[in-house]
């Protein structure tokens, strides 16, 4: 059986449910998370155009209600030309759960069509690392 196949129906299945009257560029996503749990979200767009949500943010936000936060892999799907790759806020957002060679695998109506590494999108990404604590030094402003 196709590894994806799961993912693949599961980002389909999202993709439907779409909510995209605006761009009609319809999106779906899913996510494999540590336990091995499948989860999908798709993208819910809003008259007030910047409010609408990504799909990948949609399956992200399903996948930390669960009580998961590592990424395993990811595959999204669209309606569009050429196989999706995540927006660039996306890839921050996929990066925060996930290790640099976490595959972000891209479908087209056929299947995926190329599959990267996080690492690859979005190279010397900032994330929690930079963020954590260490001693304050003479050197800090208060
Ligand atoms: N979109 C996603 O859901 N994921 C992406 O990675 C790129 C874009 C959505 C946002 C908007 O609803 C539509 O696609 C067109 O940008």
Redesign the pocket.
């Known amino acids: 059986m196709d590894a994806l196949k799961d993912l693949f129906d599961a980002a389909r299945a999202a993709q439907a449910r779409a909510y995209?009257p605006y761009?009609r560029?319809r999106?779906g996503a899913a996510i494999r998370g540590q336990s091995g749990a499948v989860f999908s979200g798709c993208?819910v767009?809003n008259a007030a155009y910047p409010t609408?949500v990504?799909?990948?943010a949609s399956a992200i936000s399903a996948m930390v209600l669960a009580g998961e936060l590592r990424i395993s892999e990811i595959l999204?799907i669209?309606n569009g030309l050429q196989p999706?790759t995540?927006?660039g806020a996306?890839r921050q957002r996929i990066h925060e759960f996930s290790s640099a060679n976490t595959k972000v695998h891209s479908a087209g109506a056929n299947g995926v069509n190329m599959s990267s590494g996080i690492g690859e999108l979005l190279p010397h990404a900032f994330g929690p690392v930079d963020l954590a604590r260490r001693k304050r030094t003479v050197e800090d402003k208060p």
Do not use: K, L, R, T
Request: negative net charge; aromatic residues 6%; contains cysteine.
């Open positions: 995209a761009s560029f999106v993208n767009e609408g990504c799909a990948e999204v669209s999706i995540p927006c996306c």
